[in-house]
């Protein structure tokens, strides 16, 4: 099955500075990769997702990139602010054959500091 | 439209007991699915169902059960309840490809939280 895997565990940056989070997936045929955000003590939000046929996307001030060949994936946060600070999960899926199962990263837990 | 929405939110149960929860998905979603979430294993797979049918199945004993409703509505349940079953129980709802919407793009409800003591 797939194996996500995620780094780093935990982050702290500076207010203002730009935080990079990393993702691998083991399935060649894994196609959908979402990005949860959650905060103690509430639902993972999806923040933002990105599909196979696409190499980045971005949303403001956040950034996801996909690399097929090297499998892997990452989240790029800039110009952080304190509401930033939250727990991040990298997520994969082979979407749309019927299998929405999400195999989930285990976690960063980023900090900023203000 | 509304979110996802579970009940009860809070659960507190003995060891051995059984325990049912409940996930109302966002309107016009057909598909669920439902995560275990610990501080040690982090977000785990149990299942998922589109259409009453059980269409995947996470790694989980047999304890671990779930059904669907023709208004899509799920429950899912635990039985011979054992203390590392305490987590909180995540659903999460997607309409289908099929049904012209993105079956992968998952919204989360905001948890069961289950102790078992």
């Known amino acids: 099955g797939e194996n996500v895997e995620q780094h780093p565990s935990t982050l702290s940056v500076q207010e203002g500075d730009s935080a990079v989070i990393k993702c691998t997936y083991s399935d060649s045929a894994s196609n959908y990769f979402p990005w949860y955000k959650q905060e103690l003590g509430k639902r993972p939000q999806l923040i933002i997702d990105i599909r196979s046929n696409v190499g980045e996307k971005k949303d403001q001030r956040i950034a996801v990139t996909l690399n097929k060949t090297a499998k892997h994936f990452s989240l790029h946060i800039t110009e952080t602010q304190p509401e930033d600070s939250a727990v991040y999960f990298c997520a994969a899926s082979r979407a749309n054959f019927g299998n929405e199962k999400l195999t989930f990263g285990t976690g960063t837990r980023l900090t900023i500091i203000p | 439209k509304a979110g996802v929405t579970q009940t009860p939110r809070y659960l507190i149960k003995t060891r051995g007991q059984q325990v049912t929860l409940s996930c109302s998905p966002i309107?016009?979603?057909?598909?669920v699915s439902w995560y275990q979430q610990t501080p040690g294993q982090g977000l785990q797979f149990l299942f998922e169902?589109?259409?009453?049918?059980?269409?995947n199945k996470g790694n989980f004993p047999g304890r671990f059960s779930g059904r669907q409703f023709s208004n899509s509505r799920s429950e899912m349940n635990v039985s011979t309840l054992e203390l590392g079953d305490s987590a909180l129980y995540l659903c999460a709802s997607s309409l289908d490809v099929r049904l012209g919407g993105n079956t992968d793009t998952q919204y989360f409800g905001p948890g069961t939280r289950l102790t078992v003591l």
């Open positions: 169902y589109f259409s009453e049918t059980q269409r």
């Open positions: 309107s016009g979603h057909r598909s």
